[in-house]
Nanobody
Framework: QVQLVESGGGLVQAGGSLRLSCAASRRTLRNYAMGWFRQTPGKEREFVAGISRGGDNIRYADSVQGRFTISRDNAKNTVYLQMNSLKPEDTANYYC?????????????????WGQGTQVTVTS
């Protein structure tokens, strides 16, 4: 079993930046593709970004393309999400998750382990 812990969320003004981290314990993340998702109350969990096991394949949601950057440091067993030019509509609880599948899936059902989430609030 993989335990994931997100950190780095907080309150920021529009246009600002945050960097989220997702640290894993018990298992090494190099065996998994990783994804970041976000969710607001009453809405479904939304794919934000994903990265393959080796880091050579990355995909983003259209809504964050050009503003967010996903990366991973397998030596540190950590995945990051750099978020720049934040907008109020980016406000959500952000989750990282692991996928044992091939490539970089975007469907939440393809991910098996999830963290507890970290809240990001962007004020206008």
């Amino acid at each position: 079993q993989v335990q994931l812990v997100e950190s780095g969320g907080g309150l920021v003004q529009a246009g600002g930046s945050l960097r989220l981290s997702c640290a894993a314990s018990r298992r090494t993340l190099r065996n998994y593709a990783m994804g970041w998702f976000r969710q607001t109350p009453g809405k479904e969990r939304e794919f934000v970004a994903g990265i393959s096991r080796g880091g050579d394949n990355i995909r983003y949601a259209d809504s964050v393309q050009g503003r967010f950057t996903i990366s991973r440091d397998n030596a540190k067993n950590t995945v990051y999400l750099q978020m720049n030019s934040l907008k109020p509509e980016d406000t959500a609880n952000y989750y990282c998750a692991t996928s044992a599948g091939i490539g970089v899936p975007a469907n939440p059902s393809a991910f098996n382990y999830w963290g507890q989430g970290t809240q990001v609030t962007v004020t206008s």
